[in-house]
């Protein structure tokens, strides 16, 4: 991932981290679109299953907790490459 | 069986692919390249039923170490100070879970400085605590605030570090650590998450005082990255946060710094038992 898209990832995951924190519906959009910018990537993996978590069964703690999990891990490998690309 | 410290069946139920999440867990935890025979002990769980509604039970904790390859769990009561509002019966059932578990749950006792804190911080001592968790913002005072600095002189005293609170709330926390620590200079901070609610200015005091770490619970990559290693100790957040999470986010930090097996040793569990003496299972 080069540093524009991993910075791009970077903004998508944290915002869907903190929609998932507020239960705020927005965070299924912003996971859909952080999986498509990290593509080909480790953080596409786990972003991809958040968004797919989020979509199954939004209403469900379990669900909204598993997918936060997630959505952490996508947004750390992100800024890992941004980090390590700097 | 639990998935990313979850019910798996609750998941599974959903018609979510669990199998693709256990994939998933399964490499964040190799994210850590574990040391030979070190030790991984969990520096931030909370234990009990919180006022938020987020629980975790010592059995399901304890299950959630052996899955994660983790020996042991510091462990503190959620936010459910009682009647009384000073946590005594929620430090009982903590320090009652770490005899439950020998060697696996670290006992905390956790209250509310604005409170009287003394038979609190006495039954809390004879029950077992190692340590002392303050919590700002849901107890609603400042660190530096004089309530506090005497909860804190209590603690160390008692040879007892302190974690605090010090992610998620507004206000700024550099110059109220700076001026609880030089009131009490010898106190052991624990900063949790990180320091992420002010780390920059946080980073900056504690770069004048050896004796305040960092929990990884919940923080921020570049947060940690940043620090020296042997300022950082390992911790979950339990059950806000999960243990492959909070591994995956500790193997991160390593790759991306270049912590050798040492640091890596060191905020994996040593430097956090370095204070609060040995475990044994």
Known sequence: ?86 | MRLLGQDRDVLAATGVDADALDDIETWARRTVMVPEGAMVVDAHAHLGIDRDGRALAAADLVADLDANGITAAVAFAADEPGMDGDFREANQRVADAAEAHPGRIIPFCRLDPTRPIMAALAAADGAGARGLKLHPVAQRFRPEAPECVAAVREATDRGWPVLFHAGFGARPLGDAFAALLAQVPDARIILAHGGRGDHRALAAVAARYPNVLFDTSIAALPDLVTLPPERIIFGSDRPYGDHAQALHLVGTAARVAGWDAAALRGVLGETLLRWIGPVHV
């Open chain 1, 1 to 86: 991932m080069n540093r524009t898209d991993a910075l791009r990832v970077v903004a998508l995951a944290a915002q869907a981290e903190m929609a998932l924190v507020r239960r705020d519906g927005v965070c299924g959009p912003l996971l859909a679109q952080a999986a498509r910018a990290a593509a080909g990537t480790p953080a596409e993996l786990v972003l991809a299953e958040a968004s797919r978590l989020v979509r199954a069964a939004p209403e469900r703690e379990a669900v909204r907790q598993a997918a936060l999990s997630l959505t952490r891990m996508g947004l750390h490998e992100a800024e890992a490459s941004v980090l390590e690309s700097a």
